[in-house]
């Protein structure tokens, strides 16, 4: 069962004032960002996953998700505080839990600490891909397309659980609102799609993105019954039905 200490925003600033940042060149080596979401309007609980790349063990992050209002709500997790934004963690940082603060902190911006500050544990592994995913709800009338999700904020990489900081490289992301079924991204369901899917599917063809958008049985794969749903969906639009010209039986 996952066992995850949640710090109140008290505690998070708290900790945060203790532990001076050190400003310093961001180190290439050292990455975090990259935070990724899509969903169609109106869709809650969608998580945003934010990745960390890191050659040694580390103790912690904080960084600030930015995001923009009109399109992204953040999902509150009321028992755990008023500002308490839900969040998920990933395989990544299970294994040791650590300490979590995940809060809307102003208007737009979610604030999230995650990390142990009790050295010498460093919870955090060696290695690359997502560590934590925070979860947002689509606002219904949010317009299709991609939209930045700013991570520079207050993002710090704590090294040694002993006010030893790393600058690390940041990367902005975004979160892309879709239509099922639009994989060139052209806001239309047609041929084009069918095409990219087939290409994909069958000749190695481009990624569809975002790939949810092809998975249209929601059945978490993109196969060939994403394909022949995707026809199914065409057919009528593309190809409507014709009042014949017979004059007898052929
Ligand atoms: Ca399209
Ligand atoms: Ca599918």
Redesign the pocket.
């Known amino acids: 069962m996952r066992y995850v200490r949640r710090l109140s925003v008290c505690a998070l600033l708290l900790s945060l004032a203790a532990t001076p940042v050190t400003q310093a060149q961001p180190d290439p080596n050292y990455t975090l960002g990259d935070a990724l979401g899509d969903a169609v309007p109106g869709m809650a609980g969608r998580a945003v996953s934010v990745s960390l790349t890191n050659p040694d063990p580390v103790c912690g992050v904080s960084f600030d998700i930015v995001y923009d209002q009109t399109i992204l709500k953040p999902f509150f997790d009321p028992p755990a505080g008023p500002t308490a934004v839900a969040f998920e963690l990933t395989d990544r940082t299970e294994g040791d839990p650590p300490l979590i603060s995940v809060a809307m902190t102003q208007p737009g911006v979610v604030s999230v600490l995650v990390g142990s500050f009790t050295a010498p544990s460093a919870p955090i592994p060696a290695g690359s891909g997502p560590f934590i995913r925070v979860l947002f709800r689509v606002a219904a009338n949010a317009p299709f397309g991609p939209s930045a999700l700013g991570v520079g904020n207050n993002c710090t990489i704590f090294d040694d659980c002993n006010n030893g900081n790393i600058s690390p490289t940041c990367h902005t992301g975004e979160f892309y609102v879709g239509i099922p079924g639009d994989l060139d991204g052209d806001g239309q369901i047609g041929t084009s799609d069918y095409g990219m899917l087939l290409n994909y599917l069958f000749f190695s063809g481009p990624e569809p993105y975002p790939l949810n958008a092809a998975?249209?049985?929601?059945?978490?794969?993109?196969?060939s019954?994403?394909l022949a749903t995707l026809w199914d969906i065409i057919l009528p639009i593309e190809l409507p039905l014709w009042w014949g010209c017979a004059t007898g039986r052929s």
């Open positions: 998975d249209l049985n929601r059945d978490c794969f993109v196969d019954v994403d």
